[in-house]
């Protein structure tokens, strides 16, 4: 470049910078971007032809006993949908034990319905029975739309779940050295294009447990709470977590009961 | 054995809106599985759209359309109560259709 072309590039990189200001009232943000493209999407959500197979599989005689899922107890008493999936996981006195949506699904298909739920815990995500359950936990996560969640902490159980949750978010290791928290734990982070939900404190309406299960467009699967923690480990380079695990109902606990009092818009439309 | 769609369709203006999700795999033939092998393509490739029988769309789909796909249009002059039918057949020869009242 000469020197004599110097003042006039300039000149017109000034006149650029100065046409791009002028120009950006009526450019919209990022964030306006992405928003408006998830609202195009959810309009036709996918995650509606899940629910309605959930529906019927939850109504359908099947498995060796030929019986419903109707007589399931999901936590406000035997066949009752409406308002189960916001107040899980919680402790069931007849198992003993805390239970998310996915493990006590596990315990009515074996005590209603004769099904082997160590088997099914076992099956690969997106196969055999896996797929209904994944049909079962949207249709009943869908009954509680719009309602918040109100996790119960009177039992003590569920108070100890609350704290091993905490530690487990806590807990930094595998080979990042990392932690629920290292990508969760501040406010307006995110990855690429994705936020990142603080789960430390109430992530507010229709975020993080209140958005799973979730149809994933990229991939077009169904995703229930279980599925995505199993991912979030992966991310994170630690060993998979058991289907069903204490473990994860333990970080469910802890999400649930920071997300008090929001509303949930489950089953959401991911990206 | 196809799973149901989900129809929905509402009177606006002089028309009606109709909003349909189908379920299918839609593979395209081009991806392979675990083991390297292909999967062979499995796609709609025809939809038609009847009120109260008429064929009012035809459309021909191929490999570009997504998974569980979404479509919306418009018919002229449709009114409310009458029957909206979607009908698809896909390159195995499957065929699904459902049927809904206009609301």
């Given amino acids: 470049m000469t020197p004599r072309a110097r003042p006039l590039l300039a000149a017109a990189l000034l006149a650029a910078l100065l046409a791009a200001a002028g120009a950006a009232p009526a450019q919209t943000s990022t964030a306006d971007g992405i928003a408006q493209y998830r609202a195009l999407l959810a309009d036709g959500n996918p995650a509606d032809l899940w629910e309605a197979k959930g529906e019927a599989l939850w109504k359908q005689k099947r498995g060796p006993k030929n019986a419903s899922l109707e007589a399931c107890d999901l936590g406000r008493g035997p066949g009752v949908v409406k308002g189960a999936f916001v107040a899980l996981p919680r402790f069931f006195a007849d198992t003993g034990r805390v239970q998310d949506l996915e493990s006590r699904l596990l315990t009515c298909l074996q005590a209603q319905q004769g099904f082997d739920a160590a088997a099914i815990a076992a099956t690969p995500f997106g196969q055999g029975e896996q797929l209904n359950i994944e049909s079962l936990v949207t249709y009943i996560a869908a009954e509680s739309r719009g309602m918040t969640f109100e996790l119960p902490q009177a039992h003590a159980e569920e108070r100890r779940m609350f704290e091993a949750g905490k530690k487990i978010f806590f807990f930094r290791g595998g080979p990042y050295d990392f932690a629920c928290a290292s990508c969760h734990g501040e406010t307006g982070k995110r990855i690429r294009l994705q936020d990142l939900p603080n789960l430390t404190a109430n992530p507010g309406d229709g975020v993080g447990i209140a958005a799973w299960p979730a149809y994933r467009v990229s991939s077009g699967e169904l995703w229930s709470m279980q599925r995505r923690l199993n991912d979030c480990y992966r991310q994170q380079r630690f060993p998979y977590p058991g289907y069903a695990s204490d473990a994860t109902i333990a970080l469910g606990v802890y999400m649930g009961v920071q997300a008090r009092g929001a509303a949930s818009v489950a089953p959401a439309i991911k990206r | ?103």
Wanted: glycine fraction near 8%; aromatic fraction near 4%.
């Fill in chain 2, 1 to 103: 054995m196809s799973d149901p769609m989900r129809i929905r369709a509402q009177v606006q203006g002089s028309g009606a809106v109709v909003r349909v999700l189908m379920a299918h795999e839609m593979e395209t033939g081009l991806r392979k599985d675990a083991a390297g092998k292909t999967i062979p393509a499995w796609h709609i490739t025809e939809v038609t759209a009847a009120l109260n029988g008429k064929t009012v769309l035809t459309a021909q789909w191929g490999t570009a359309i997504a998974k569980n796909p979404f479509t919306e249009f418009v018919v002229k002059g449709a009114k409310a109560g009458d029957r909206i039918t979607i009908a698809w057949v896909d390159n195995r020869g499957d065929r699904r259709s459902d049927e809904a009242v206009i609301a």
